[in-house]
């Protein structure tokens, strides 16, 4: 694969950050989105009209296309940005042959419909070779991707080879990539970190400070240290970037979906009254239920008190005040 | 030690929330200050006039002197909280016996004089047996502690029963404690933790986001890991609160001053001009040098590049950005 193409799946602002990425080192970058409004706007404007439109692209490197067969016909490698909630339906219509594709995965959750991360879900799908399937992990705020600001990715793959190629290709002055083989433990922290940034959330909306923050947060990169353990054993270090990084930058961002719908909760919305209020359903909503059910069916399951409280409130309809006056006595 | 007597040494924000979570337990608490003005500001306005003024207490359960000796007679149990800078010009005064008393350290630096850590200084400088030494961690700003936000503090000990002593008259509502035997690893922590938040600040002042600032902070506490496993070899979970924790609250806070001091540099002030700037010299700012010249004198020394950077810019004169721009190299 001497100059192997790239072709991007989603319209949001992490798509349209790896794009900007991509188009540092490549002629033409293939990106698929769903609305016709985006691209022509992107093709008459050079800026997506939605998400990080301070980005200015050249449309001439970009082969913009809504048909998601049109990018997958293209691209040896494919980038999937969709929300966890979306995947399934975009990828019902792929009629496309995958065979031979590297699947890469920027998706920070599990599928709603199987359960799975992505990666998995290509494997047993589609027959997608493990070999074949990585991802990409932040600390990664798109929004920084757009001005520039340094910041560090984990492509992970079971073959290093082809980590590297998608590393060579999306570093640049500001954007610095190291490649890593855990891809399970990687896809796993990642889903994961949206239901702390929850639970941090519903602290703060509690009222509870940041010295609690701080110990909500050494306790969360210990239990995730213990979740992927148990999910997939082997020797790694939980507080690299793409763990504990990525952990930190989302728990920590007073943007971040996944923190305001915390919040709000917190503040006492009811769950549906606090998704009503935002345009698009937190990550960690699905992550709580899915990681839960995950752990509840290995037989040596990791202890994840954090997880627990946040699925009460979300699933079962408990007070959060009451949860978290449990969970503040199995911290430490 | 059916109920034992506890003196508190240190007039500043600190202090006066420990003296705050001892008066929750404790009939009486001794409670040393240099300044003749606020042990009389506090006699009759209940409130320490400089520091978390917020917070009133019962002047008839306090035993308030500005003679460190007459506390240090009172006391079986002396925790110190003043500045590292100033614990050498203490210290001197003291002619009342330390023997049998239990010393606790919740300062937060190496002193500056003898470049030990002051449990350390204790137990070389007099006699102090390392079982009747100990330390507070946090994560914990004293301004939370002021507002009785739930925070968690470590004692750690090398005697686990003077521990737990110390842990029970801190513990209350909003005050829970663990308790740890690793003091040196806990003391170290919290001192290199000071010149992560001096990096932290550069780094925002030269314009690094948040991205940046989760890779720092994952790259610190692997710094960390290997400083303290250098230092004293031992099992300890370096994602523990009074670890992890105690860094993120600091590196993580605004108010931190060692934060605002960096912040000073990375935006252009000379190391002079900024520390003119701030009331009270930043503690990672000799913490710095402490740290790097100790690792020096080690058989195996740590690899830390991040103490190197902060210890070239603040003492050797070296431009932040430049500096910077060799570091992130060494980071991921």
Same mark, same amino acid.
Request: charged share 25%.
């Given at each position: 694969?001497?100059?192997?193409?790239?072709?991007?799946?989603?319209?949001?602002?992490?798509?349209?950050?790896?794009?900007?990425?991509?188009?540092?080192?490549?002629?033409?970058?293939?990106?698929?989105?769903?609305?016709?409004?985006?691209?022509?706007?992107?093709?008459?404007?050079?800026?997506?009209?939605?998400?990080?439109?301070?980005?200015?692209?050249?449309?001439?490197?970009?082969?913009?296309?809504?048909?998601?067969?049109?990018?997958?016909?293209?691209?040896?490698?494919?980038?999937?940005?969709?929300p966890s909630a979306f995947?399934?339906?975009?990828?019902?219509?792929?009629?496309? =042959?995958?065979?031979?594709?590297?699947?890469? =995965?920027?998706?920070?959750g599990?599928?709603p419909?199987?359960?799975?991360?992505?990666?998995?879900?290509?494997?047993?799908?589609?027959?997608?070779?493990?070999?074949?399937?990585?991802?990409?992990?932040?600390?990664?705020?798109?929004?920084?991707?757009?001005?520039?600001?340094? =910041? #560090?990715?984990?492509?992970?793959?079971?073959?290093?080879?082809?980590?590297?190629?998608?590393?060579?290709?999306? =570093?640049?002055?500001?954007?610095?990539?190291?490649?890593?083989?855990?891809?399970?433990?990687?896809?796993?922290?990642?889903?994961?970190?949206?239901?702390?940034?929850?639970?941090?959330?519903?602290?703060?909306?509690?009222? #509870?400070?940041?010295?609690?923050?701080?110990?909500?947060?050494?306790?969360?990169?210990?239990?995730?240290?213990?979740?992927?353990?148990?999910?997939?054993?082997?020797?790694?270090?939980?507080?690299?970037?793409? #763990?504990?990084?990525?952990?930190?930058?989302?728990?920590?961002?007073?943007?971040?979906r996944n923190?305001?719908f915390?919040?709000?909760?917190?503040?006492?919305?009811?769950v549906?009254?606090a998704q009503m209020?935002m345009s698009m359903v937190a990550e960690g909503y699905y992550?709580?239920?899915?990681?839960?059910?995950?752990?509840?069916?290995?037989?040596?399951?990791?202890?994840?008190?954090?997880?627990?409280?946040?699925?009460?409130?979300?699933?079962?309809?408990?007070?959060?005040?009451?949860?978290?006056?449990?969970?503040?006595?199995?911290?430490?």
């Amino acid at each position: 694969m001497e100059q192997p193409t790239f072709g991007v799946i989603g319209g949001g602002s992490w798509a349209t950050a790896i794009v900007k990425m991509l188009c540092e080192n490549l002629e033409t970058v293939g990106w698929y989105m769903r609305s016709v409004y985006a691209v022509e706007h992107i093709k008459r404007e050079q800026h997506n009209p939605s998400y990080l439109s301070s980005v200015e692209f050249k449309t001439e490197q970009l082969k913009l296309s809504t048909d998601i067969n049109e990018i997958i016909a293209y691209a040896d490698i494919l980038i999937f940005a969709v929300p966890s909630a979306f995947i399934g339906s975009e990828l019902n219509n792929v009629n496309t =042959s995958l065979e031979h594709k590297i699947i890469i =995965s920027a998706i920070k959750g599990i599928m709603p419909e199987s359960g799975k991360l992505l990666g998995d879900h290509f494997n047993t799908a589609y027959h997608i070779p493990l070999e074949n399937i990585g991802v990409i992990a932040g600390p990664c705020h798109a929004e920084e991707v757009a001005l520039e600001r340094l =910041s #560090y990715l984990t492509i992970a793959c079971a073959k290093e080879k082809n980590a590297k190629i998608v590393a060579k290709h999306l =570093s640049s002055d500001y954007i610095k990539c190291t490649t890593s083989d855990d891809i399970i433990g990687i896809e796993y922290a990642a889903t994961l970190k949206n239901i702390y940034a929850i639970a941090a959330g519903i602290a703060h909306g509690l009222g #509870y400070g940041d010295n609690f923050q701080a110990v909500l947060m050494s306790n969360a990169i210990r239990e995730i240290k213990r979740y992927v353990k148990s999910a997939h054993k082997m020797k790694r270090d939980i507080n690299s970037s793409a #763990y504990l990084g990525d952990l930190l930058v989302t728990g920590y961002s007073v943007f971040s979906r996944n923190r305001m719908f915390g919040n709000m909760i917190g503040k006492g919305y009811t769950v549906k009254s606090a998704q009503m209020e935002m345009s698009m359903v937190a990550e960690g909503y699905y992550a709580a239920k899915s990681a839960k059910d995950l752990n509840e069916t290995r037989k040596k399951k990791a202890k994840t008190p954090i997880i627990d409280a946040v699925h009460e409130i979300l699933y079962k309809g408990k007070e959060p005040k009451k949860v978290f006056k449990k969970l503040i006595e199995q911290l430490d």
